[in-house]
């Protein structure tokens, strides 16, 4: 459980700022009555739920509005947090646990990134106008779909109007943000009858470099972005839907802060066809078989960068096709679930550098490798009696891989005298959750066993720099798979007529054969000023606890308080911390609610980080704290609603930058923002 130690107690009280003093006071004094506001279900299938906009309608949750970014809306996640590198495409790490220990899908849909540098993660190619919420299983519990999900599971879920929605409806969204001169457009609209319906629209992004707290400006921190969506669905009979999904997005002169490269072109072609057939009674509920297929580029770029040594060129792709099949069935004790799933995906990345005076110099960094998986997953949720169920989880997987380019290939061989061209890998998970009512609380707890297999830049990646340790780093296709078993607990109670909430909840993974890059002294780097070279190994074994305190106080019928309090630790097999381990965080705020106007002001920060993983490279973060406002207004006017919406970020324009912030960029300073959403 999370104590408050006395050199967290000064860092709350001994701001020198004025406002992060006051507000930290009251943080403090809130940590022990309130909790989040972020939608939560009792439910064993999903732990927490982000509803983006309202089922049909154009409606958000956030304070931003539609006009919110996708990473906006994964920051109120109580197990998220996010890597940056820039101002645009944040990498979402789920219980201390980045992109290679999360699966991240997008209706099910399984994406692979196409930067060797994680600049494009899956969740850069959706925009919050298309979007119904975001599903976020936490650990072992994964959705059906979901592969080598140690640390968690996210699926993107896409906002469809549906049948018997209204005739038709039209959203239009504009806003404008003073930091970076970011401006937001966006429309989309829907029919829908009880046979047919389908839904359309278009997003705009533009941002300038952003200025840190006191005003200094982030150089390469700018990018624009377009993004197109259709979805539409057809009833054949009562009880069999036709629906098909297209997604086009297109990011452009995106500039990276924190790398040596920005991004001439992120693009991607995302597209999906699917049936259903529903069964109105009976132990079987739905059967849905859904196949697609997904194509990203991702073009880097140097040319704009100032006193460039040796320019190069560095494009990526990614292509996927795939499909699933989920049939769901339920009894009024079981709740259960069978899915099939298979995909195909290849990655392919390569490297041309342009020394003055020399001739060209070419390396492929991703060997075209073709990865062929296909698993099978069950799920049962058993109603033990009316205040006690048991989940059981389970999934087996199996996948091969072979690197198609012959160049890459050789390359590999040079070190790994041998390897062969073709692959295979078995890997699978387990985990059961038993949850317990009583009167007005709830305990959840859990243990589960998972593996994974090593991703195409930890198996085969060639001379990739990681600018944030200086190192580059080689693949290794002698990696054992790793695995975690998760232990995991949570407590709920309400009183006072649920006016007065607490929250428990804490997660620990145990590792065997942990991947992660390992200095090799015998290797000489390729990239200017690289410190030297690393190659991926195996740890005997790593630990990841994770554990956070919530609390939620209703002050009013208008008014409440809501916090959050979390704490975690990473060890590896010396007992030295592992990188990008989040301090001890906080968050709280005030909202309020009247009439037609709802309003917020929050804070939150970190501590100092004391446990960095200063051995691969990560330096100390300070501590930081900033305060924000929010508000909106909705207007009803004859039947159609006009919402007014604005805020201030960064209030007292600290300079601050986080244990996330990639070669410690810093954040935003002051920002204000304003938006208007008009919906017919």
């Given at each position: ?39 939560t ?33 994964l ?39 196409a ?17 119904q ?20 599971s ?20 504009a806003?404008?943000e ?129 006193d460039v ?20 069935a ?5 709740d259960?679930?069978?899915?099939y ?27 075209d490798v ?8 069950l ?9 006690q ?103 709920k ?56 305190f ?11 308080w ?14 030295d ?6 301090p001890?965080a ?71 930058t ?23």
């Amino acid at each position: 459980m999370l104590s408050l130690t006395p050199e967290t107690i000064w860092f709350l009280f001994a701001s020198k700022n004025f406002i992060n003093e006051y507000m930290l006071s009251v943080l403090f004094i809130s940590s022990l009555f309130l909790l989040p506001d972020t939608f939560t279900t009792s439910s064993h299938a999903i732990d927490e739920v982000v509803v983006v906009s309202v089922a049909g309608q154009g409606r958000t949750r956030s304070f931003k509005g539609q006009v919110a970014s996708i990473d906006e809306h994964l920051s109120e996640f109580s197990h998220v947090n996010l890597v940056r590198r820039g101002s645009y495409a944040w990498e979402p790490v789920v219980n201390n646990m980045a992109t290679e220990r999360v699966a991240t899908t997008i209706d099910g849909m399984k994406i692979f990134y196409a930067c060797t540098d994680k600049m494009d993660p899956v969740t850069s190619y959706v925009e919050s106008s298309n979007l119904q919420s975001i599903l976020l299983n936490s650990g072992l519990n994964g959705n059906p779909q979901s592969t080598g999900n140690i640390g968690g599971s996210l699926d993107l879920k896409l906002r469809r109007v549906g049948f018997d929605g209204d005739l038709f409806h039209l959203n239009a969204d504009a806003g404008y943000e003073t930091n970076g001169h970011l401006q937001v457009y966006g429309a989309d609209g829907a029919v829908s009858t009880p046979r047919f319906y389908a839904n359309a629209g278009f997003f705009y992004r533009h941002a300038d470099n952003y200025k840190e707290g006191g005003g200094r400006e982030v150089q390469f921190s700018k990018f624009q972005k377009v993004n197109a969506f259709a979805n539409a669905g057809v009833k054949l009979a009562d009880m069999d839907i036709v629906e098909g999904t297209f997604i086009f997005d297109r990011a452009t002169d995106v500039g990276y802060p924190a790398l040596n490269m920005d991004v001439a072109k992120a693009e991607a072609f995302i597209t999906s066809l699917s049936y259903r057939h529903l069964w109105p009674e009976g132990f079987l509920n739905s059967w849905e078989t859904k196949a697609y297929y997904n194509h990203i580029t991702h073009i880097m770029d140097d040319t704009t960068r100032p006193d460039v040594e040796i320019h190069m060129d560095m494009p990526g792709k990614s292509w996927t096709s795939g499909l699933y099949s989920l049939l769901s069935a339920s009894n009024g004790r079981h709740d259960m679930q069978v899915n099939y799933d298979l995909y195909y995906n290849r990655l392919f990345a390569d490297m041309t550098m342009y020394p003055g005076g020399a001739a060209p110099m070419y390396m492929v960094t991703w060997p075209d490798v073709g990865t062929l998986n296909t698993g099978l997953a069950l799920t049962d949720v058993v109603s033990l009696t009316d205040r006690q169920s048991l989940k059981v989880s389970a999934k087996l997987a199996w996948q091969t891989q072979r690197l198609n380019n012959d160049e890459g290939y050789h390359a590999l061989r040079v070190f790994f005298p041998g390897m062969k061209q073709r692959y295979h890998q078995v890997t699978g998970r387990v985990a059961l959750n038993y949850q317990l009512s009583i009167l007005n609380s709830q305990l959840n707890f859990g243990a589960g066993w998972g593996s994974r297999a090593p991703t195409v830049t930890e198996a085969y990646g060639y001379y990739l720099n990681n600018t944030f340790d200086q190192y580059d780093y080689i693949g290794n296709p002698r990696l054992k798979n790793e695995s975690a078993i998760e232990l995991n607990g949570a407590y709920k109670l309400s009183v006072l007529n649920s006016r007065l909430t607490f929250g428990l909840d804490a997660n620990a993974f145990f590792f065997s054969n942990y991947i992660i890059g390992q200095f090799e002294n015998r290797l000489s780097a390729m990239t200017v000023d690289a410190e030297g070279v690393k190659v991926y190994g195996n740890l005997g074994h790593a630990t990841i606890v994770n554990t956070s305190f919530s609390a939620g106080w209703k002050l009013l019928t208008w008014m409440a308080w809501n916090t959050r309090l979390s704490y975690a630790i990473g060890r590896d097999d010396e007992e030295d911390p592992l990188p990008l381990i989040s301090p001890f965080a906080y968050t709280s705020h005030l909202s309020f609610s009247y009439k037609h106007f709802q309003g917020k002001v929050e804070v939150r920060g970190n501590s100092r980080q004391v446990n960095y993983g200063k051995k691969y490279g990560e330096t100390v973060s300070p501590a930081w704290a900033v305060v924000g406002i929010s508000g909106q207004y909705t207007l009803p006017v004859q039947g159609h609603d006009l919402t007014l919406r604005a805020g201030v970020e960064n209030l007292a324009d600290k300079r601050y930058t986080t244990y996330a912030d990639w070669c410690d960029i810093p954040q935003k300073g002051r920002n204000v923002y304003v938006n208007l959403s008009v919906q017919l």
